[in-house]
């Protein structure tokens, strides 16, 4: 019972905190200057570890699948089929936002939490700033617009990362795999993993946010709230998936 009413005590105070946040910028210029610099550090600066995690885990699917899967029964296009539908249906979309959840959200948390535990938005809040706006605003809004580019990378690199498995490795013709990769082709698919990434964007950058802004105490509560968000982001962007999977399809 206590663990209900802590959610729905969680939950209330999240709700009011982003019916302050999606309010109208007081400056549209000072918005705008703050949303390009949020859209930089939070999505720009992450399509290193994006391209590099999708290229590897987009060479071990290949091969998973020719040692696995493959058989004298089966087409020989069928390892490159399965690859392009894993990488689209659910890495490059709800396994790459995980994995976004823990360098991007904790990011977020540990520098409003630290802004909160110096009091800097206690000081903008004496100047009539509507801090949650000024603060929060600008990393949603930035991390729900580079979200969809940074899903249509990795799905790029993971292909990529299969290629050079057929082409380095040998573990399959190349020419399999593309036929396997051109197989049954579903545009749908390439939204709806674009759909999908933008409502985990609003997680990533939304939750960890809640989290700091109400950090109290010292710089020890800082790292939890971190800890917190983190993992709060991840069982959310799990538990949407399933929904949001069911819905689309």
């Given at each position: 019972m206590k663990l209900l009413h802590n959610w729905l005590?969680?939950?209330?105070?999240?709700?009011?905190?982003?019916?302050?946040?999606?309010?109208?910028?007081?400056?549209?210029?000072?918005?705008?200057?703050?949303?390009?610099?949020?859209?930089?550090?939070?999505?720009?600066n992450s399509i290193g570890i994006v391209l590099l995690i999708s290229f590897?885990?987009?060479?071990?699917?290949?091969?998973?699948?020719?040692?696995?899967?493959?058989?004298?029964?089966?087409?020989?296009?069928?390892?490159?089929?399965?690859?392009?539908?894993?990488?689209?249906l659910e890495f490059s979309s709800s396994?790459?936002?995980?994995?976004?959840?823990?360098?991007?959200?904790s990011n977020i948390a540990s520098e409003i939490g630290t802004m909160r535990v110096t009091q800097q938005i206690d000081a903008l809040d004496i100047m009539g700033v509507n801090s949650?706006?000024?603060?929060?605003?600008?990393?949603?809004?930035?991390?729900?617009t580079i979200m969809p580019l940074l899903v249509i990378?990795?799905?790029?690199?993971?292909?990529?990362?299969?290629?050079?498995?057929?082409?380095?490795?040998?573990?399959?013709?190349?020419?399999?795999?593309?036929?396997?990769?051109?197989?049954?082709?579903?545009?749908?698919?390439?939204?709806?993993?674009?759909?999908?990434?933008l409502f985990f964007a609003f997680i990533i950058s939304a939750v960890p946010s809640y989290f700091g802004y109400n950090v109290e105490g010292g710089s020890v509560n800082v790292g939890k709230a971190s800890t917190d968000a983190v993992v709060s982001s991840s069982v959310l962007i799990l538990c949407s998936d399933v929904f949001l999977t069911q819905m689309l399809s």
């Amino acid at each position: 019972m206590k663990l209900l009413h802590n959610w729905l005590t969680h939950f209330g105070q999240f709700i009011i905190l982003m019916g302050r946040t999606f309010s109208r910028p007081e400056r549209m210029r000072m918005f705008f200057k703050e949303y390009t610099k949020e859209m930089a550090q939070l999505g720009i600066n992450s399509i290193g570890i994006v391209l590099l995690i999708s290229f590897f885990i987009g060479a071990v699917i290949c091969i998973q699948m020719k040692l696995n899967i493959q058989s004298p029964w089966m087409p020989r296009w069928v390892s490159g089929y399965t690859t392009r539908e894993i990488m689209l249906l659910e890495f490059s979309s709800s396994i790459m936002c995980l994995i976004l959840a823990g360098k991007v959200g904790s990011n977020i948390a540990s520098e409003i939490g630290t802004m909160r535990v110096t009091q800097q938005i206690d000081a903008l809040d004496i100047m009539g700033v509507n801090s949650a706006c000024y603060l929060i605003l600008p990393k949603i809004l930035g991390m729900v617009t580079i979200m969809p580019l940074l899903v249509i990378f990795s799905s790029a690199m993971g292909i990529i990362g299969a290629y050079g498995t057929a082409y380095i490795a040998h573990i399959l013709p190349p020419d399999d795999l593309t036929l396997g990769l051109q197989h049954d082709f579903q545009p749908w698919f390439v939204w709806m993993s674009i759909i999908k990434s933008l409502f985990f964007a609003f997680i990533i950058s939304a939750v960890p946010s809640y989290f700091g802004y109400n950090v109290e105490g010292g710089s020890v509560n800082v790292g939890k709230a971190s800890t917190d968000a983190v993992v709060s982001s991840s069982v959310l962007i799990l538990c949407s998936d399933v929904f949001l999977t069911q819905m689309l399809s």
